[in-house]
């Protein structure tokens, strides 16, 4: 019979008792960064800053098979979760292969304010994430106005128009309706993953199934310590994955070098459910998404060992040298 059953007491004492006490922890903390970050960026739309952003923008996204109007789309994308662009987006006339190119890169770089604030907190610095994952978001942009079909066909969405914000008593009251529906969200979230991860723990099942995943982790150039990590990152998403990758690298069981691997990974790829779904009924391609995803991070990834161990080997040299 599995632990958890064997005794009520225990199940209480060492399973829900202790995630209650992390999941509010990890809740405080995700909405400190989460929470400014939004209100934030709804001031910057208010006053017209993003568009101003996106308007500078126009020239490049010509390269990219993508008409000026959508940079609002990307510059949206940098700063909210991916709602916010999907939202501006089906206001737009824009074809399916527009959509495709657009959704890839709004998947590579949204809700950075937050994301790379989270991953900082696990060993990825600030600027080095967020530089990484818009760079990268352009070069897939670049790559996939290359390779992708010129008629891939028209989304199968309705254009609709979004309700206007005429007032900063809108704004405050939109923003706060929001972030009571994040809060709600993510107290759900973080329990939820806490609990999983402890009835997991006391069944002796975290090391069964990240050897289980080994060959894939291996594959993408991640240590095996980053097996239950990299799942949970690939289910929730980046931050919840990153919140409770803090809470594993305190108590010893990742350390900081293995962390910064899984870091590049989920940079590129991650929310592979909830994320990928939100285009997909949009019209986008599973296939497109998650093969170029899938392929970037393999790219960054082993791009990144390979520097590491370039940079560990001019150290020793310096050393012998000395």
Known sequence: ??????????????????????SGYITLWLLKIILPASLAVRLLDYYGILAFMAGMLDPVFVYMGLPGST???????????????LAIITSMSITLRELTILALMCQISHNLPVESAIQAKTGTPFRTVTALRITMSILVGLALN??????????????????????????????????LQVTLFITVIVFSLNLLYNLFDANKLISGLSKGIEPLLRFFGLPATTGFLWLIGYIVGLA???????????????????????????????????????????????????????????????????????????????????
């Open 240 to 322: 919840y994955g990153g919140a409770l990758m803090m809470d594993q690298m305190k108590e010893g069981k990742v350390n900081r070098a293995d962390a910064g691997l899984l870091n590049y990974h989920l940079a590129m790829s991650h929310s592979i459910l909830e994320d990928n779904l939100l285009f997909v009924a949009l019209g986008v391609s599973l296939w497109w998404i998650l093969g170029v995803r899938l392929s970037v991070a393999w790219i960054v990834v082993w791009g990144r060992r390979i520097v590491l161990k370039l940079r560990a080997g001019g150290t020793k040299m310096k050393i012998k040298s000395v």
């Open 1 to 22: 019979m599995p632990y958890v059953f064997q005794n009520k007491l225990k199940l209480y004492k060492d399973i829900l008792f202790p995630a209650f006490r992390k």
């Open 146 to 179: 290359l390779i992708l079909p010129q008629d891939m066909g028209n989304p199968v969405f309705i254009r609709a128009n979004a309700a206007a914000i005429t007032s900063m008593g809108d704004l405050l009251l939109v923003w706060l309706k929001s972030s």
């Open 71 to 85: 940079a609002i789309v990307f510059i949206t994308s940098i700063f909210l979760p991916l709602y916010a662009p």
